[in-house]
């Protein structure tokens, strides 16, 4: 299997197939309601809706890194306004989410072989540099994670 391979069957796994750990991310989020995703438990730091559209912003970002671009903070923030409630705005970041992964599953799918350990374009001052390899790895335990966090801020709204 080649890394492209591996990556790619990688991040379809934990965003909408078998996940070694349970339910796939795009399960955890379509399980959320419109009302439950603007709630904010007591003692929470973010809403469900803002770290949607936080996955959404890193999705992109890491994107545009797999496309040469600079490394940075992702183009709409690291934690971008989800404004008032909104059912169709609501629908539109799960959908957009869902969009860009799979833009970025095919970026992943076609990306050269013997590219995979080359440093990724980033200018700021690091000891090591992150390969693409490590960045798309990076990117689906920092997906995860969020995902966990849905998953029990859904529990907590919903009993």
């Known amino acids: 299997m080649t890394i492209s ?8 796994s934990v965003l909408s197939g078998d996940a070694w750990y349970g339910t796939p991310i795009y399960t955890i989020i379509e399980q959320v309601s419109f009302e439950a995703a603007y709630e ?7 809403n469900i809706a803002e770290i949607v559209l936080h996955m959404l912003a890193w999705t992109e970002e890491v994107l545009d890194r797999m496309n040469g671009m600079t490394a940075g903070l ?12 909104d ?4 629908q539109t970041y ?7 992964n799979v833009n970025l599953l095919s970026v992943i799918e076609n990306f050269p072989e013997e590219n995979w350990n080359d440093p990724i374009n980033d200018a700021r001052e ?19 994670y969020h995902a966990g966090q849905i998953a029990l801020l859904n529990r907590i709204i919903n009993g």
């Open 5 to 12: 391979e591996e990556l790619k069957q990688n991040l379809e």
């Open 40 to 46: 904010k438990p007591r003692g929470s730091v973010h």
């Open 74 to 85: 992702p183009s709409s923030g690291d934690w971008p306004e989800t404004g008032k409630p």
């Open 87 to 90: 059912e169709q705005k609501w």
């Open 94 to 100: 799960v959908n957009d989410l869902k969009l860009v």
């Open 126 to 144: 690091s000891e090591s540099a992150i390969c693409y390899k490590k960045l798309i790895n990076g990117f689906i335990q920092h997906q995860v």
